[in-house]
């Protein structure tokens, strides 16, 4: 993850739980969680001040939610002090069991890594997921050249054939397109895929 971007996140960890909590209420997502995610377990990474484990477990998941920032993660315990929240890091996620879950959620996380680092990323979504297990990834589309914004948070430019490579003869496509996310008003590119079983 990049180092610059969580520490973007930890100086500005109120502001932007607040911004994250006053958004509208991201239906399109929640839409697809309902239509595609199976019963169970679900890890979500970048989970951010908690807004979506606390919509998991409030649908009956038992949820999990994990990131690279402490400080949005000391807001999500404020806000949520009966959920579950813990430390993670993409791309190694190192502490986040393998094959442990029938579902992942990263909403709009991937684009904070450099290119080199999105294969190991997905690879390793994908391998905490039990076999049959469904991946949600979407990611904010940036055309062009890398951009930092006015905090200084990372956005890289890349292509989704880059993810689908990730992917290929590990998981099977259910979901593939590119709307405006109903709750920022960005563009954001949706992965629902299957972990292939065995």
Not at 35 to 43: H, I, K, L, T, Y
Not at 60 to 66: E, I, K, R, S, T
């Amino acid at each position: 993850m990049d180092r610059a971007t969580i520490g973007a996140y930890d100086a500005g960890a109120e502001a932007f739980a607040k911004d994250w909590h006053e958004q509208p209420a991201p239906a399109d997502l929640h839409a697809l969680v309902k239509r595609f995610f199976r019963p169970g377990r679900v890890a979500d990474i970048g989970c951010g001040s908690g807004r979506e484990v606390a919509f998991l477990a409030a649908g009956g998941f038992d949820a999990v939610g994990y990131d690279a920032s402490d400080a949005l993660l000391e807001q999500a315990r404020l806000r949520y002090p009966r959920l579950s929240f813990q430390t993670a890091v993409l791309p190694g996620l190192a502490g986040v069991p393998e094959s442990a879950f029938d579902n992942v959620l990263c909403e709009t996380v991937i684009m904070h890594l450099r290119r080199p680092q999105m294969l190991e990323a997905v690879r390793r979504l994908l391998a905490i997921l039990k076999a049959g297990g469904i991946l949600y990834l979407s990611w904010r589309v940036t055309e062009g050249a890398d951009q930092r914004d006015p905090h200084g948070r990372l956005y890289s430019a890349f292509d989704s054939a880059l993810i689908r490579e990730a992917l290929d003869g590990a998981a099977e496509l259910l979901l593939d397109d590119e709307p405006v996310s109903a709750s920022s008003g960005k563009t954001i590119h949706r992965i629902v895929a299957r972990k292939n079983a065995g």
